[in-house]
């Protein structure tokens, strides 16, 4: 395994243990059927990362979009978001 995606995984772990709120099912990406990382409210959808970059790479209009974040603890929204490629 890469180290990036060791300390990925090291990382969820971490915010799971400081989450206090009880684990919700498993929340999947909407294309690729990996784990959620996002959701898009334009789009009605739940996006990984990868699957988001692609997404919302694909023209200015997609890139306006605001995502949110889901907890990687709970999988419920943050008050991270994602605009095009800044977080706020």
Known sequence: MCR?????EAQIIVKQKL??????K???????????ALYCLAD?????????????GANFLSN???RCFLCGGCRS?????????LEV
């Open 44 to 56: 009605s959808a739940f996006l990984c990362e990868k699957c988001d970059k692609f997404v919302h």
């Open 19 to 24: 989450c206090s709120k009880a684990p919700k």
């Open 64 to 66: 306006r979009h605001i």
């Open 77 to 85: 929204f943050t008050r991270r978001c994602r605009l095009g490629t």
């Open 4 to 8: 990036v995606r060791e300390e990925e």
């Open 26 to 36: 498993e929340i999947l990406c909407e294309l690729c059927s990996s784990k959620a």
